[in-house]
């Protein structure tokens, strides 16, 4: 069993950054697959990007894509997003999320994974 902790979210301004954590808790963190995903008021949760075990290949939604940098640290079962430029259409709760399987062919599908942290806010104010 893996639990998952999001930490860094808060209220920006368009423009600013943020860096948001995931840790894990258990070393099979590091052959676990991890992602983003965000959930904004009235709207379905969506994927934000994915990370393989390994730490390359990694994928992001066209959103987000050149702004936002998704990594990892297996040595401290920890994940990360920095996220820079924020837009107002970032402001969502974001969750982290991490599968059983060594691969996940459908990593933008929420229903891919078996772990879900409790998710933490950003808002950013234009």
Do not use: H
């Given at each position: 069993?893996?639990?998952?902790?999001?930490?860094?979210?808060?209220?920006v301004q368009?423009?600013?950054?943020?860096?948001?954590?995931?840790?894990?808790?258990?070393?099979t963190?590091?052959?676990?697959?991890?992602?983003?995903?965000?959930?904004?008021?009235?709207?379905?949760?969506?994927?934000?990007?994915?990370?393989?075990?390994?730490?390359?290949?990694?994928?992001y939604?066209d959103?987000?894509?050149?702004?936002?940098?998704?990594?990892?640290?297996?040595?401290?079962?920890?994940?990360?997003?920095?996220?820079?430029?924020?837009?107002?259409?970032?402001?969502?709760?974001?969750?982290?999320?991490?599968?059983?399987?060594?691969?996940?062919?459908?990593?933008?599908?929420?229903?891919?994974?078996?772990?879900?942290?409790?998710?933490?806010?950003v808002?950013?104010?234009?």
């Open positions: 069993q893996v639990q998952l902790v999001e930490s860094g979210g808060g209220l368009a423009g600013d950054s943020l860096r948001l954590s995931c840790a894990a808790s258990g070393r963190f590091s052959t676990y697959p991890t992602a983003w995903f965000r959930q904004a008021p009235g709207k379905e949760r969506e994927f934000v990007s994915f990370i393989p075990w390994s730490g390359t290949g990694t994928y939604a959103s987000v894509k050149g702004r936002f940098t998704i990594s990892r640290d297996n040595a401290k079962y920890t994940m990360y997003l920095q996220m820079n430029n924020l837009k107002p259409e970032d402001t969502a709760v974001y969750y982290c999320a991490a599968s059983r399987e060594l691969r996940v062919p459908r990593f933008s599908s929420s229903s891919s994974y078996n772990y879900w942290g409790q998710g933490t806010q808002t950013v104010s234009s």
